[in-house]
């Protein structure tokens, strides 16, 4: 039988173990920033794994670009504090 290829979540795993020691020098409230980047990345991991990214830092970073465009389109929608002007 033939070997398989990791998906993106194993890779975007590796990813994240590949920048523990970045993680580990960030404050602690940074350190949860950090994770949230891998878990929005990982919400869109079977779209980005449709592209098959050769390299998977490419695929994260659009990834996170994305979920981080859905944010800001629903703050825009719904402003915090209710009102439409910034």
Known sequence: MGR???TLRDRFDR???EYRPFRRSLRRRQQADFDRLFERARGHADAASQQNPP???RAFV???LLAHE???GRLAEDPPDGRDEP
Do not use: F, I, K, S
Request: aromatic content about 6%.
């Open 4 to 6: 398989t290829n990791p």
């Open 62 to 64: 659009v990834a996170v």
């Open 70 to 72: 859905r944010e800001l």
């Open 15 to 17: 990813l994240e173990r």
């Open 55 to 57: 390299d998977a830092w």
